[in-house]
T-cell receptor
Framework: DAKTTQPDSMESTEGETVHLPCSHA???????IYWYRQVPLQGPEYVTH???QNTTNSMAFLAIASDRKSSTLILTHVSLRDAAVYHC??????????FGEGTKLTVSS | EAAVTQSPRNKVTVTGGNVTLSCRQT?????MYWYRQDTGHGLRLIHY???????QIGDVPDGYKATRTTQEDFFLLLELASPSQTSLYFC?????????????FGPGTRLTVL
């Protein structure tokens, strides 16, 4: 059973900022929050991760709630290349990384 | 840049057939993983390994064997393939399995069992 909950799909337009939510109500203290994205015919690609503090890199900004029970991946100025399935997952002491179905992000021009 | 390659990219076999999926990583990572991806189930971990000769059982191991021959090479074996094993298979590698170490995925192998 997936330990994270995400909406099935979201839509956006080029140039917009997109907020992709993820709920992880049963997260353990040693679990990191990871985001991967996947386009058709390719494997998942790492986007970002965090433990407690918000993080940012060239790909996205990750906002983590103070109680760590939810997080939001923020993509700014999205382009058509950002269209993908975005997976939110938890990784801690076990190697059993659990992926759910993810959120399919559609970007229109 | 991290690199994980898989072969073959596509494979069709018949029920009862013998299939080997190959994965090679050039990241010098200790950990390697085999996942399957099916609509409605996301990615599920089959087996993983933390070094040559080591094998750990994942969440859906039934019907699969795996072998890690070197740090670079990890193989997934289906000795009596069944239609339920028709799926998209991904290999991944990472420095470690605990938090703080992202996984790098290969391009996938699409397996069809008729």
């Amino acid at each position: 059973d997936a330990k994270t909950t995400q909406p099935d799909s979201m839509e956006s337009t080029e140039g917009e900022t997109v907020h992709l939510p993820c709920s992880h109500a049963t997260i353990s203290g040693n679990e990191y929050i990871y985001w991967y994205r996947q386009v058709p015919l390719q494997g998942p690609e790492y986007v970002t991760h965090g433990l407690q503090q918000n993080t940012t890199n060239s790909m996205a900004f990750l906002a983590i709630a103070s109680d760590r029970k939810s997080s939001t991946l923020i993509l700014t100025h999205v382009s058509l290349r950002d269209a993908a399935v975005y997976h939110c997952t938890l990784q801690g002491g076990s190697a059993k990384l659990i992926f759910g179905e993810g959120t399919k992000l559609t970007v229109s021009s | 840049e991290a690199a994980v390659t898989q072969s073959p990219r596509n494979k069709v076999t018949v029920t009862g057939g013998n299939v080997t999926l190959s994965c090679r990583q050039t990241n010098s990572h200790n950990y390697m993983y085999w996942y399957r991806q099916d609509t409605g189930h996301g990615l599920r971990l089959i087996h993983y390994s933390y070094g040559a000769g080591n094998l750990q059982i994942g969440d859906v191991p039934d019907g699969y064997k795996a072998t890690r021959t070197t740090q670079e090479d990890f193989f997934l074996l289906l000795e009596l393939a069944s239609p339920s094993q028709t799926s998209l298979y991904f290999c991944a590698s990472s420095d470690a399995h605990w938090g703080g170490y992202e996984q790098y995925f290969g391009p996938g192998t699409r397996l069809t069992v008729l």
